[in-house]
């Protein structure tokens, strides 16, 4: 019989069942668990084994019944050793973890990411999409168009009219040249809606956006996900996560913060721990 519920504390093995490269650098994976996994919210995140390597936080980019959706860019040794992962091999999984974002109603939706930050996008879009009647707008940011992440998968949304998706590359290569901010803050300027911002994806960039969606009445909240920061434990324990000077853990607090919470982090934008549990400018 299938669990209700993962584990918090001690992962449990899931078969890899699907693997696929979703963009240069960055893998999807289906993996199927012992556990339904219908309680995972957009924006939580699970804590992700590789035997005999390392444990670290990925977001979730989609489930059913009792498979899992992630997406893995490549950083380091962890990230790496699960790009090198094939169908059938076994990886632990514990969670899901953390504060999901929350959708008002009665506003429009402006989502923008960039780089892994996308995973938890692309749930949160999929839950919009599911219960929401009002606009979603997607602002993707990526280098050039072989780093964007789940292109097919918005661009569909878009051309069956469910979404707009605004695509945009530093160099041009697709969609509209330049930041995705820029392209965010001239879609608001001409918007006269009530909006909420939901970001996730670099620190440095959603410091840009913090710093527009202030500028705008019509913004009514942000929410962000706290993702460009170093966890250990991934549940409260070790306080590795945690911003000055609030003392606020990520791992539990967040990873999803509001626009009010945002505003007392001083840290956002500025400094995070590293491993050692030092700070480093961003
Ligand atoms: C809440 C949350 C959700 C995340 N979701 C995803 C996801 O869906 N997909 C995904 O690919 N990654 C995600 N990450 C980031 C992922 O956890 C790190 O990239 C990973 O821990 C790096 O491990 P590594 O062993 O490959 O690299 P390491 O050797 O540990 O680090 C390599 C380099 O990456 C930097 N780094 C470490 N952690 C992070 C981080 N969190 N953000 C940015 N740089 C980091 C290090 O400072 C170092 O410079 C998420 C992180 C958090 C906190
Ligand atoms: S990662 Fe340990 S307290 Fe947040």
Known sequence: MKKQTLPNTKPIMGEIIKKWEECEDTFGFLIKIPAKVKSAKPGQFIMLWVPGIDEYPIGIAGYADDILEIGVSRMGEGTAAMIEKNVGEKVGIRGFYGKPFKSPENVNHLIIGGGFGMTPLKLLTQSLLDKSER????????????????????QELHNDKK?????CTDDGSYGYKGFPTVALEEFIQNSETPSVIYAAGPERMMKVIFDIGKKYENVIDMQ??????????????CSYCAVDPTGWRICVDGPIFNAEQIKQIEDFGNYRRIETGEKQRI
């Not at 979404?163 to 695509?167: D, E, I, P, T």
């Not at 996900?225 to 434990?233: E, K, L, Q, T």
């Open 135 to 154: 606009s979603i707008h997607i602002f993707e940011g990526a280098r050039s168009k072989n780093r964007l992440m789940y292109l097919e998968f918005f």
């Open 163 to 167: 979404l707009v998706f605004h695509v």
């Open 224 to 237: 962000m996900s706290f993702a460009d920061r170093y966890m250990r434990c991934g549940f409260g324990l």
